[in-house]
């Protein structure tokens, strides 16, 4: 999951102000939500995009945006300093568990609604994700008829794959791909993790095949086809909120659900491009999302 990538300008939310102070603050504030986020634009997208509508319903807001890693947010909602916040609930469930095999949704979100503490739990996941998926372009797509990584078993042997290194021996990776789906490719190209590098050997038809996130909007910039994975060799990555109970009221809770239910992978990819291609300001295309399927 990309957790480092630089943060785009976010305009005010017309929530209560940011807080600000010690970062480790616990304890939670009565009668009051506040909404945290990790430090990478799709999470602050997100975050706004819960802040805004629980806005719209009424609830006192305040923001905790860019405060950094899942150790130190995981730390916050524990503790209530933070409400809730827009996790990932398969790289959730590989903070707390790293042996972990759950791959589908309902298996990741039973055994984090095990493993998390009394304080914690998660709302309902939305059938977005960002996860690892096997991309090629359309005209390799459209050549090979190719709409699912099963569909690769004829040419993968004439194909060189890219991905990050630890895409060579991870089992969500070569390992993983070769078990479930019987496939060998011709070599390996050692490359970046989702970034630059990938999208211009893809281009430049060095590699045929690379691994990039679902949301990534390269994917509609250059016409990209994302492989289904029906053998789940890549787990589960809903956007799913993770929240302090004692703050979550049923107001807060209902909303949170209905934005969940109502965002997918294709808006979170359209949502990403506005702001990564089109510059525009993270609230603007979170506000626009949020009045268009009718929760603002």
Not at 116 to 141: C, F, H, R, W, Y
Not at 198 to 206: E, I, R, W, Y
Not at 234 to 247: D, E
Request: glycine share 6%.
């Amino acid at each position: 999951m990309r957790k480092t990538a630089a943060l785009l300008p976010v305009a005010a939310l017309t929530v209560t102000a940011c807080t600000s102070g010690n970062p480790l603050q616990p304890g939670p504030k009565k009668g009051q939500v506040t909404v945290g986020s990790a430090n990478f634009p799709e999470n602050v997208l997100l975050a706004d995009i819960y802040a805004s509508a629980l806005s719209a319903k009424g609830v006192k807001v305040a923001t905790k945006f860019n405060v950094g890693s899942r150790e130190v947010l995981y730390q916050q909602v524990q503790a209530g300093s933070i409400s809730v916040l827009p996790e990932y609930n398969g790289a959730l469930l590989g903070y707390l568990d790293s042996k972990s095999r759950a791959t589908t949704t309902v298996e990741v979100n039973a055994e984090l609604k095990a493993k998390l503490p009394p304080s914690m739990e998660i709302l309902d996941s939305s059938p977005a994700e960002d996860k690892n998926a096997l991309v090629t372009t359309g005209q390799t797509a459209a050549k090979n008829h190719l709409t699912s990584i099963a569909d690769l078993a004829p040419y993968a042997a004439s194909m060189t794959i890219g991905g990050p290194p630890e895409f060579k021996t991870r089992y969500q990776g070569l390992p993983g791909l070769k078990e479930k789906y019987g496939l060998t490719f011709k070599d390996f190209a050692s490359l970046d993790t989702a970034g630059p590098i990938t999208v211009k050997a893809l281009v430049d038809d060095s590699v045929q095949v690379a691994t990039l996130f679902t949301t990534d909007p390269n994917l509609i910039t250059h016409g990209f086809t994302v492989l289904t994975d029906p053998e789940q060799v890549f787990s589960a990555q809903n956007v799913t909120p993770l929240a302090y109970r004692g703050s979550m009221t049923a107001v807060a809770t209902e909303t949170l659900n209905t934005v969940s239910a109502k965002l997918d992978t294709a808006a979170l990819v359209a949502m990403m491009a506005k702001i990564t291609n089109e510059k525009k300001d993270i609230d603007v295309v979170a506000d626009d999302w949020l009045k268009s399927v009718g929760l603002r």
